[in-house]
């Protein structure tokens, strides 16, 4: 277990407390309720399938129900990469009263942010479940990569967002570049498209360590192929790096957060 | 027992004054700025003055003791605080505290205005420290002793300030840690309210916990707390018994005279004192005098003082003049020094108080000088009246009444 994960176990109530308060005021807020949780990777769907239409007009070649099944099944966790992204990273800023005058490790607040965005994740899948049944994808063994490639993500996910959290204390503008690079990265990452399409360009696409996640899970659900098992190392490479890295940083900085908030 | 509870060693604070980059906008320039040219290097090194916020502060809490911290705003006890609670460290120096701390600083920081006063005590509960079942088992207190039952699942932002601050201190009051710290959050509430949070906290320290409280409210300091520390401008300048370290902060806190010699009349010195000499603290409805001197620069004719008494908030609880009083105006020569002497009796109730004089003249209604706050004081009470006034109540009935009594009077 990394070693800032310790004091973060005796504040565990702590950090369950403030994901359930941003999940709660999101779905209070919103008119939509648990509907809210689907939007974001609706869009993405909707986005991707257009995409995918306009590839088999010029391709001359029929949609696939299965090719509804890739988007929707990446559309899911490249929803909760940014929404975790986007929240965490002004998650310290908005809660400055909090970090200028309770004492507790600050690193729940990118963490809760995360978390709020793993219960979007978590209700979406159910309608992500029916597409790959309406679809008609079947089950394999190897499902059992799912769970790993969900972990990976996590793990890149909470790297970045402590980083980034940390970042935008100090420099307010951090959160426009964060807002501007997530709005343009989908077009870099094996959503709407297989990295495989771009022949041999597609390893330069897979570089992007969430590329192979995506795609890894694309083999897994709905190719029933095990994901390429050097991508997938690659991808746990950025994962083990941003997670020692991030929270090392992050503790680094920790105590200059009060003053310099 | 004498535990030590809370230690600070030695305690340094920098803080850097001057250019904070703290966007990425500003920072970017500024950095390739500066590496083009020495004069804008040279600019930033003297840009970067630093100063000290605490300076060398060593004390020591013992279980069970309740602590005061007094000092001006701005003096550094909010950092020292800040230090004490763990969201600063020091620069120099260490600070150790035993135990669970918890620290009372802004009601209802943790607050979110959307949630229910009932999702507001859970989620400001774990904020403070506690577990969930903690908050479970103490949920049926809290709400009680705020006594918001009806409000409980009503959204917080429909609340009035005062249940806000209510509900904030009311979780607050139940978090039972070994080391709690207060800054100025027993001023919330009606006073009803506020005389049961000041009973909560005499029980917090029955039940043996350290309580660190950090005022100006000179009053609240000496009824809770035996020992206190003074501040100012991040140094350590006075500890010992609460009283005696409140009345050391009241002769700092005197306003000097200034410099006199534009003026034409002025203020020279005010004293106050009782039959047993020169004081700052008394007990209420004792008789004091207060001796004004005022001083001519000029010749000056038709002169009087004008007297005004405020509380520590700065109201105006008191006034008057030797001209209201019927005096006759008094004329002063060059050089020349007149001493007017008021006989008061403090009615008032336990508190700090403030003199300021003025030296005015009524008919062409001017104003030669201002002494604000010229003295302080700080008056004690054996029994527990609040406010400004000391009615000097006593019951001197209290009996059931029978229905014949009731037909008889009524």
Redesign the interface.
């Known amino acids: 277990m990394p070693s800032f994960l310790q004091p973060l176990r005796r504040h565990r109530d702590l950090l369950l407390m403030l994901a359930w308060r941003d999940i709660r005021i999101k779905y209070k807020q919103s008119v939509m309720g648990f509907l809210w949780a689907l939007l974001m990777p609706a869009l993405i769907v909707s986005a991707g399938l257009v995409v995918k239409l306009g590839l088999a007009s010029v391709s001359g070649r029929k949609l696939e129900m299965s090719q509804l099944a890739t988007v929707t099944l990446k559309a899911l966790p490249w929803a909760f990469f940014v929404g975790s992204i986007r929240f965490a990273t002004t998650s310290l800023t908005a809660n400055t009263s909090l970090v200028t005058k309770v004492a507790f490790p600050r690193a729940v607040f990118p963490l809760a942010a995360t978390l709020s965005a793993l219960f979007d994740f978590a209700v979406a899948s159910v309608v992500v479940l029916i597409v790959l049944i309406v679809a008609k994808v079947g089950v394999s063994v190897q499902l059992l990569w799912v769970p790993l490639l969900l972990v990976l993500l996590a793990a890149q996910t909470v790297g970045l967002t402590l980083l980034l959290s940390a970042a935008n204390l100090f420099f307010r503008d951090v959160k426009y570049i964060v807002e501007i690079v997530m709005m343009f990265a989908i077009f870099f990452t094996p959503v709407f498209y297989e990295a495989s399409m771009f022949g041999r360009w597609g390893t330069i696409l897979m570089l992007n360590p969430v590329a192979p996640i995506l795609e890894g899970l694309m083999a897994a659900v709905v190719s029933h192929q095990a994901p390429d098992p050097m991508w997938t190392g690659y991808a746990a490479a950025w994962a083990v790096v941003l997670l020692t890295i991030g929270p090392l940083v992050f503790a680094r900085l920790e105590p200059m957060f009060a003053e310099s908030i | 027992m004498s535990e030590v509870m809370v230690e600070a060693d030695h305690l340094w604070k920098k803080?850097k004054k001057g250019e904070?980059?703290?966007?990425?906008?500003d920072?970017v320039p500024a950095l390739v700025r500066r590496r083009l040219s020495a004069a804008e290097r040279a600019k930033a090194e003297l840009e970067k003055r630093e100063f000290w916020a605490l300076r060398d502060i060593s004390f020591q809490v013992k279980r069970g003791e309740a602590f005061g911290i007094i000092g001006h705003n701005g003096a550094g006890k909010s950092t020292l605080l800040?230090h004490l609670?763990?969201?600063?460290?020091p620069t120099r120096g260490t600070l150790s505290v035993r135990g669970r701390?918890s620290?009372l600083?802004?009601v209802g920081?943790?607050f979110?205005p959307?949630?229910t006063g009932r999702?507001n005590i859970?989620?400001y509960g774990?904020?403070?420290?506690?577990?969930?079942d903690e908050i479970r088992r103490k949920f049926d207190a809290i709400v009680d002793f705020c006594g918001l039952a009806e409000f409980i699942d009503t959204p917080v932002k429909r609340y009035s300030s005062g249940m806000f601050a209510r509900l904030g201190f009311s979780v607050s009051a139940h978090v039972d840690p070994d080391v709690l710290i207060i800054d100025e959050v027993l001023s919330v509430g009606d006073f009803l309210f506020q005389r049961k949070s000041l009973e909560r906290m005499h029980q917090v320290l029955a039940n043996g916990t350290t309580v660190l409280f950090v005022s100006h409210n000179l009053r609240a300091v000496t009824d809770l707390c035996s020992r206190a520390i003074m501040i100012d401008q991040g140094q350590l300048v006075a500890e010992g018994p609460s009283a005696e370290v409140a009345r050391k902060y009241m002769e700092r806190n005197a306003v000097g005279p200034g410099d006199q010699s534009e003026k034409e009349a002025y203020v020279a010195a005010v004293r106050i004192r009782d039959s047993r000499g020169r004081d700052l603290q008394f007990e209420a409805g004792r008789k004091v005098a207060l001796e004004i001197d005022v001083t001519a620069n000029k010749p000056c004719q038709k002169l009087a003082v004008v007297l005004e008494c405020n509380d520590d908030e700065g109201y105006d609880i008191f006034n008057t003049s030797t001209e209201r009083l019927g005096e006759a105006p008094f004329s002063l020569a060059a050089g020349e020094t007149e001493r007017v002497t008021f006989d008061l009796t403090l009615h008032l109730a336990p508190g700090t108080y403030h003199f300021t004089v003025y030296v005015y003249r009524y008919d062409i209604q001017k104003n030669f000088d201002t002494r604000s706050r010229a003295v302080t004081f700080y008056v004690t009470s054996p029994i527990d009246v609040r406010g400004a006034a000391n009615l000097e109540p006593r019951v001197t009935g209290q009996e059931k009444l029978s229905p014949a009594t009731m037909a008889d009077t009524g």
């Open positions: 803080f904070i980059f703290n966007s990425l906008r920072l800040k609670s763990g969201i600063m460290r701390l620290a600083i802004e920081a943790g979110h959307d949630l999702e859970y989620l774990t904020i403070l420290g506690m577990t969930r």
